[in-house]
């Protein structure tokens, strides 16, 4: 079975500063897919970025970017310039590509951002 | 769109009651999925479905029963409410074309308590 672990349950970081939350993984296949996941305190599951495990080139939407290492079978997300609505939890997410698609969840990372 | 519609927002249950969530979604998602989130945790997969008809059972599917008689519909069936599953439920959908995974979307979730 495949697992995700974060290994940071809170982060913190100044307005317009940068940081990074990481997240590992374990599984035996090649063909998956990674996800950052945004969950606000409305609770709504918001999708920030993905990243195919084929491609080399690392994802990058905006001010998110991630740090793909398929052989360290890791995947860490930076924002850049954080703004305070970017405070929120973040899940960390693996799908096998077959005919489920079902995601499987980090634990979670809390992000605060200080004005 | 109205993208994945869940109801109830919220429910109060007594131990041993059975209820029905309900879940619709209007993007013609051959995809369907139900995660329940644990306090401070990440989602876990409960059930989903690859199409009317077809369900299949996820990570934590104990205590759980679905149906899925039409492509936008997916409703979550709990018999004999127990504690343990208090918790939020989220529904999600997605699609799959040419054998490429495309993002999953979530509805609001439904706050569960069982007392």
């Known amino acids: 079975a495949q697992t995700v672990t974060q290994s940071q349950p809170e982060m913190s970081v100044q307005e317009a500063e940068t940081v990074t939350l990481s997240c590992t993984y374990d599984?035996?296949?090649?063909?998956?897919?990674l996800f950052w996941y945004k969950q606000p305190p409305s609770r709504q599951m918001i999708l920030v970025i993905r990243?195919?495990?084929?491609?080399?080139q690392n994802a990058t939407e905006n001010r998110f970017s991630v740090n793909f290492q398929k052989a360290a079978k890791s995947f860490s997300l930076k924002i850049s310039d954080s703004q305070l609505g970017d405070a929120a939890m973040y899940f960390c997410?693996?799908?096998?590509?077959?005919?489920?698609?079902?995601?499987?969840f980090g634990g979670g990372t809390r992000l605060m951002v200080k004005p | 769109n109205a993208g994945v519609t869940q109801t109830p927002k919220f429910r109060i249950l007594k131990i041993g009651q059975s209820m029905t969530l309900q879940c619709t979604q209007d993007?013609?998602?051959?995809?369907m999925y139900w995660y329940r989130q644990d306090p401070g945790m990440g989602l876990k997969l409960i059930y989903y479905s690859v199409g009317a008809g077809i369900t299949d059972k996820g990570e934590v599917p104990n205590g759980y029963n679905v149906s899925r008689s039409t492509t936008e519909d997916f409703p979550l069936r709990l018999e004999l409410a127990a504690p343990s599953q208090t918790s939020v439920y989220f529904c999600?959908?997605?699609?799959?074309?040419?054998?490429?995974?495309?993002?999953?979307?979530f509805g609001p979730g439904t706050r569960l308590t069982v007392t």
């Open positions: 993007m013609n998602h051959n995809y």
């Open positions: 999600a959908s997605s699609r799959r074309l040419a054998g490429v995974p495309y993002e999953q979307y």
């Open positions: 997410a693996y799908s096998l590509n077959n005919a489920g698609n079902m995601l499987t």
């Open positions: 599984t035996s296949e090649s063909d998956y897919y």
């Open positions: 990243q195919e495990a084929y491609k080399q």
